[in-house]
């Protein structure tokens, strides 16, 4: 991911994504093809940009499912940082996102 993006994704700007996104319809689409990357919703999750993650999570579902290279999902991201915001938001989304599983040594197992 581009660091333009991954900056917009920290910040929780919702109008820079979308800028992002006019510029280079396929960004989104071409994250989730890679197996494991902190995604603009692992970024979002962990820097607890609720409406930022929120907006990410509805353009592209599986983010939500996707494991970054250290094994963790967006909500792993938000339960570790103490976001409990954000997991609940995301929980109301899909409740079986507390099914996701971490790499096998990580605390929330």
């Known amino acids: 991911m581009d660091e333009s993006l991954r900056k917009v994704a920290c910040e929780g700007n919702v109008c820079d994504l979308y800028r992002s996104i006019q510029e280079d319809g396929n960004v989104l689409k071409r994250i989730d093809e890679l197996q494991f990357i902190d995604t603009p919703l692992h ?3 962990d820097a607890g940009c609720i409406d930022f993650a929120m907006e990410v999570t509805s353009l592209k ?5 996707k494991l970054n290279q250290q094994g963790l999902s967006p909500i792993h991201l938000a339960l570790e940082k103490e976001h409990k915001e954000l997991v609940l938001n995301l929980m109301e989304y899909d409740k079986d996102l507390v099914r996701v599983k ?3 040594d ?3 197992q």
Do not use: L
């Open 43 to 45: 970024i979002a999750a």
């Open 102 to 104: 971490a790499k096998k």
């Open 106 to 108: 990580h605390r929330y």
């Open 61 to 65: 579902p599986s983010f939500t499912r």
